[in-house]
């Protein structure tokens, strides 16, 4: 027994150092496994900064308050100005208690009356008698923005239905560019540009310089992005709904658009084959209007929840419009909504049903043991991971093992932008008596998609890319339960005959790999 006591200490040495260097070989095959390509067209920096906002407070303020109209003629006296209790903190507050990421403020709207002191112009609040003419709506939100951590945009309307140059080409670009300077030196870091190409009818002709506006707003704020119904770097989604085409890609021709003129279905879905990224925004108010109005109630917050299945489900930003009203607060009714809206989010979406569950993927790049895109990584709630597959594979799939019975009825995917939007079509089936049963189908993804359906029970699901451009990737995938949006009737006779039906696994190794990996 001796000899063999004296060697056990040497065979443990021999036996860690072989574990060692197992594992050491594990680290060096994931170091040297390299990353997937990305797909082009990309965003930029600022525009995926951007897309992660999620959801913005548009802020419909000025003259038209207090007028109780729309589109101002530009001839309302600045004496009608006067928002005694205006506290921009509390616009402020509002947004971030609701989730909002971002507030876009009207610093002047087509009727030319400013927010702040603009030194080209006297039809500003320096001629009304708020704070004696002394008050900068601007600056205070700016202020209160930053204090909060809030981003600030600002609109700056180009039809100015006040100044007497607007029609002359030349002066009045120079007169826009001179007040889009002003508001982009004088308020600190602005994170979007707006604009818009709305004119009334017979008003005058008027040649806009964009192409100089927007090389002035890059210079002089490099981290904005400028949204117009054509980019550059934010889109139009085509329509004031807040309401996205199911099929909504972030990839843009920019020269195929152009601010006012532009096709709103081309907008609303993208271009697979575009070579610019130009991402989709919904505008959308609460109210009827979209400046305040003492006749108006707000939707509720039920409307907006299906808004934001439209909208920010379906690749865009969502900008709601709260108006403040005469007074200069945002009124109870809409903070309600606002509160109910951000508490319906939390209470369907804080909660992923699939955290638990066993994941598994029909291959991984680097292989199965690689750590760097395992799909593990699609539970976790950032762009940064993902699940990427072998390179070479013609089938794609995210098996996920709940271990016991799971109810839902929302199922979220998003890809990692900052690599390209790959996904053009996908599908998720439950495992249903030894049996695939497609519940839900798809287009497009990019930063997220939302899908709802009638609600489901199973242990074992699996989640299929049908087609894709270049190897698809996965950052995120969410299951679930939504007990308060009514599923369309339409939509549920659809989905019933998919149910009706099983979806047999096609290839001989796809249904091997299945009894493998989750039966």
């Known amino acids: ?163 007497p140059v607007y029609g002359r080409t030349t002066e009045y670009n120079e007169f826009y560019l001179g007040q889009m300077t002003e508001l982009l030196t004088g308020y600190g870091e602005i994170k979007e540009v707006w604009l818009d190409g709305a004119k009334g009818k017979g008003e005058k002709n008027m040649e806009y310089l964009f192409e100089d506006w927007f090389s002035v707003i890059h210079q002089l704020q490099p981290s904005a992005v400028i949204f117009s119904d054509a980019g550059p770097d934010v889109r139009w989604v085509g329509d004031e709904a807040g309401v996205s085409a199911a099929t909504c890609w972030s990839p843009f021709n920019t020269s195929l658009a152009g601010i006012g003129h532009t096709d709103s279905r081309y907008s609303s879905g993208g271009d697979p084959h575009g070579r610019d990224w130009v991402p989709p925004e919904c505008d959308v108010s609460i109210r009827p209007g979209w400046f305040w109005h003492h006749s108006e109630n707000p939707k509720s917050a039920q409307k907006l929840l299906d808004i934001f299945y439209k909208s920010a489900g379906r690749n865009c930003l969502l900008l709601l419009n709260v108006p403040p009203n005469s007074s200069g607060l945002i009124s109870e009714e809409d903070i309600s909504v606002l509160n109910e809206f951000a508490k319906l989010r939390k209470t369907i979406f804080s909660n992923n049903l699939a955290k638990n569950a066993i994941i598994t993927a029909s291959s991984t790049r680097g292989g199965k043991g690689n750590r760097i895109y395992n799909p593990y990584h699609v539970l976790e709630e950032t762009v ?68 709802l359906f009638p609600i489901v029970k199973t242990e074992k699901l699996r989640f299929v890319i049908d087609k894709s451009k270049g190897d698809p990737l996965i950052s995120y995938l969410g299951l679930h339960l939504d007990h308060v949006s009514a599923f369309p009737e339409h939509e549920r006779n659809s989905s019933a005959k998919l149910n009706s039906s099983c979806i047999q696994l096609n290839m001989h190794n796809q249904s091997t790999y299945l009894s493998k990996a989750i039966m």
């Open 384 to 451: 940064y991971s993902y699940w990427a597959p072998e390179p070479g594979q013609s089938y794609f799939a995210i098996y996920l093992n709940f271990q016991e019975t799971v109810a839902f009825n929302v199922l979220q995917v998003q890809e990692p932008v900052q690599m390209g939007q790959r996904l053009i079509n996908f599908h998720l089936d439950i495992l249903h008596d030894g049996q695939w049963r497609r519940i839900a189908s798809g287009t497009t993804v990019g930063y997220r998609r939302l899908l």
């Open 1 to 163: 027994m001796r000899p063999i006591l004296c060697w056990f200490p040497f065979l443990l040495l021999l036996l860690h150092c072989h574990q060692r260097r197992y594992e050491y070989s594990a680290l060096l095959a994931e170091a040297v496994t390299l990353p997937p390509l990305p797909v082009r067209p990309i965003p930029s920096s600022y525009q995926l900064s951007w897309q992660l906002g999620e959801l913005a407070l548009f802020l419909h303020f000025g003259m038209n308050t207090f007028t109780n109209s729309e589109w101002g003629t530009g001839h309302a006296d600045p004496s009608l100005f006067n928002p005694e209790a205006l506290d921009a903190k509390q616009w402020v507050r509002v947004a971030a208690d609701a989730g909002f990421s971002k507030v876009i403020l009207t610093a002047k709207h087509h009727d030319g009356f400013c927010l702040w002191p603009s030194a080209f112009t006297n039809y500003s609040i320096k001629s009304s008698p708020w704070r004696d003419g002394k008050g900068d709506v601007v600056a205070q939100l700016a202020a209160a923005a930053r204090e909060a951590g809030i981003g600030l945009g600002l609109y700056l309307s180009p039809w100015d239905r006040h100044e």
